[in-house]
């Protein structure tokens, strides 16, 4: 039987909420990122409620322990 290895992706564009900039950005594998200043206009970004990372809440691919189905912040 053959088994397919789960491949994370470390790499996520994260969006502005407030003015829309993005930026490209590699994600830490070895901590939640709660905090994250928009190069463009300053904001700094938190969590959404319920989310564990900014990564999760404004990026294009959600943090790698998420992408492994356990939690990040626990």
Do not use: F
């Not at 709660?34 to 206009?41: G, I, L, S, T």
């Not at 300053?42 to 992408?67: E, H, M």
């Amino acid at each position: 039987m053959e088994t397919k290895e789960s491949v994370i992706e470390l790499n996520s564009t994260l969006t502005c909420p407030k003015c829309g900039h993005q930026a490209h950005e590699t994600m830490p594998t070895n901590a939640c990122q709660w905090y994250y200043e928009c190069a463009d206009c300053g904001a700094l970004l938190r969590p959404k409620p319920g989310d564990c990372c900014v990564y999760c809440s404004y990026g294009s691919v959600a943090c790698p322990p998420i992408q492994e189905g356990i939690s990040c912040c626990s």
